[in-house]
């Protein structure tokens, strides 16, 4: 079984591709150095909402990924996103 971190942010400065474009240069080659890592990616949800998930082949992965993520955005876009949830969950399949 496969385990997925899920978060969700509001963008309080810039724009969904500015934000996406720091994630991809910046927190994804972080994941990607991590065991377990499967992918990464973002979607813009409209209205200022943003989706994280990211895919881990185990459940402490995905919650190491989770706490790497919030240093990350911590030191990089603290001043251009706020959180509003963060998940760990069990992944039933992903086709």
């Known amino acids: 079984m496969q385990h997925c971190r899920v978060a ?12 996406a474009d720091a994630a ?6 972080i994941f990607r150095a991590q065991p377990g890592f499967g992918s990464y990616g973002v979607a813009d949800l409209g209205d200022g909402a943003i989706l994280s998930i990211s895919i881990w082949n185990t459940r ?26 963060n998940q760990v969950g069990d992944l039933a399949f992903l086709a």
């Open 8 to 19: 969700t942010y509001t963008v309080t400065r810039g724009t969904f591709q500015e934000v």
């Open 24 to 29: 991809e240069a910046g927190l994804l080659p």
């Open 60 to 85: 402490q992965a995905a919650e190491q990924a989770s706490a790497a993520a919030a240093e990350w955005v911590k030191d990089n876009l603290s001043e251009r996103v706020e959180l509003v949830s």
